[in-house]
């Protein structure tokens, strides 16, 4: 079991307001923190602001209010670019690789601020996905989703991030390809690293996240372990689609 007691979290995000129009903000003095080592879920209704709160905490878009502190630093006016070189890697639903490029390009291209090998990492991140390693001299963009998706992951890993941010991952794919994401997502944490999963498969989420929050008109309503949340009435009936949870 994750042990975070007497932990500083890894990141911390404090009454944050942030938006893409001027004067109409999506989050509204959202709170949210995550320690070394967990995986943390990020669910809510769609418009509820959890992809917002990703490209925020990532430099995508800057907060017109409030704190955010990845390492004891506040980055609220880093740009992404900074922000890697930190140690934070952000994977988005779309556009999450180079569809021209091969699957061994695509690693590479993911280590590009890193002056050292990576031959080694990219040998371990074809022991993670195995099927990259079966396709690593096939065009990103014939792969199928499930398989692009653990491009975009191994990619973002190619720089050995303390915090990964996951929007939705498992998106527009099958059941079986679901399964088989979250496995990789599951296994990427227990290597170690911290993953923020935003995600709209709220059940599996929950399920799989050491803690989770439940954002809803850009503010964070319910918060606590996953399990917990997902066996709570009040999050079963307004976000999950039942009356009783079992």
Known sequence: MLNINNSAPLLAVEDVWAGYIKDLDILQGINFHIFPGELVAVIGPNGAGKSTLAKTIFGLLNPHKGKITFK??????????????KGMCYVPQIANVFPSLSVEENLEMGAFIRKDSVSGLKGKIYDAFPVLAQRRQQRAGTLSGGERQMLAMGKALMLEPSLLLLDEPSAALSPVLVN?????????????????LVEQNARKALAMAHRGYVLDTGRDRFTGKGNDLLNDPKVGELYLGVTTLH
């Open 72 to 85: 004891n630093e506040n980055i609220a006016r880093l740009k992404s670019n900074q922000i890697v070189k």
């Open 180 to 196: 088989s994401v979250f496995e990789q997502i599951q296994q990427i944490n227990q290597s170690g690293t911290a993953i923020v």
